[in-house]
T-cell receptor
Framework: EAGVTQFPSHSVIEKGQTVTLRCDPI?????LYWYRRVMGKEIKFLLHFVKESKQDESGMPNNRFLAERTGGTYSTLKVQPAELEDSGVYFC????????FGTGELFFGEGSRLTVL | AQSVTQLGSHVSVSEGALVLLRCNYS??????LFWYVQYPNQGLQLLLKYTSAATLVKGINGFEAEFKKSETSFHLTKPSAHMSDAAEYFCAVIGVNAGNMLTFGGGTRLMVKP
């Protein structure tokens, strides 16, 4: 069974440009999460989808970030325009609703490293 | 609100020595606690979890952690380090009624010397 896959693994862009990160969750997982780790800091929650609906987007830093989950399958996270402080590793995770609610058994992807110059 | 503190961003041990990675949490409600590990070029992998059952939790690869409510701690241990244990370890907490929103500590990078 394929795990959570993220693309690209590394992206280098200039300030002001746009980047779109993609996450493909484990098939059948209704819950999809985005987290971010800025260098030297903690991994921080960004948002949570249940199927195609945003359940919690309290961690999104500002309106330059837009997350979508088309048809409840893969998700994209767009940063537009990118700023220097957006550099970091963006992790995607998924879980199945019944087996992991309240237990935190999230399955993480390898992360997408974003470098904004 | 909940938070997690991992003491020591870097820990170095010799192969065969005891591994002790410290984690303290704060939570207004009884928490669920986790340790995740990230090996180089891989995603975060669940090592073990505490969900209000036994306070001593055993995980994969010989790791275990003990939940101590009085000390608000959930330290990770392994009796004998192996070179393959070199990785970054993250302690995380979920408060009840917080869905699956994990709050992570800053991470501890474990280095194992031959």
């Amino acid at each position: 069974e394929a795990g959570v896959t993220q693309f690209p693994s590394h992206s280098v862009i200039e300030k002001g440009q746009t980047v779109t990160l993609r996450c493909d969750p484990i098939s059948g997982h209704d819950n999809l999460y985005w987290y971010r780790r800025v260098m030297g800091k903690e991994i921080k929650f960004l948002l949570h989808f249940v199927k195609e609906s945003k359940q919690d987007e309290s961690g999104m830093p500002n309106n330059r970030f837009l997350a979508e989950r088309t048809g409840g399958t893969y998700s994209t996270l767009k940063v537009q325009p990118a700023e220097l402080e957006d550099s970091g590793v963006y992790f995607c995770a998924s879980s199945s609703w019944t087996s992991s609610f309240g237990t935190g058994e999230l399955f993480f992807g390898e992360g997408s490293r974003l470098t904004v110059l | 609100a909940q938070s997690v503190t991992q003491l020591g961003s870097h820990v170095s041990v010799s192969e065969g020595a005891l591994v002790l990675l410290r984690c303290n949490y704060s939570s207004s409600v009884p928490p669920y606690l986790f340790w995740y590990v990230q090996y180089p070029n891989q995603g975060l992998q669940l090592l073990l979890k505490y969900t209000s059952a036994a306070t001593l939790v055993k995980g994969i690869n010989g790791f275990e952690a003990e939940f101590k409510k009085s000390e608000t701690s959930f330290h990770l241990t392994k009796p004998s380090a192996h070179m393959s244990d070199a990785a970054e370890y993250f302690c995380a907490v979920i408060g009840v009624n917080a869905g699956n929103m994990l709050t992570f500590g800053g991470g501890t990078r474990l280095m194992v010397k031959p």
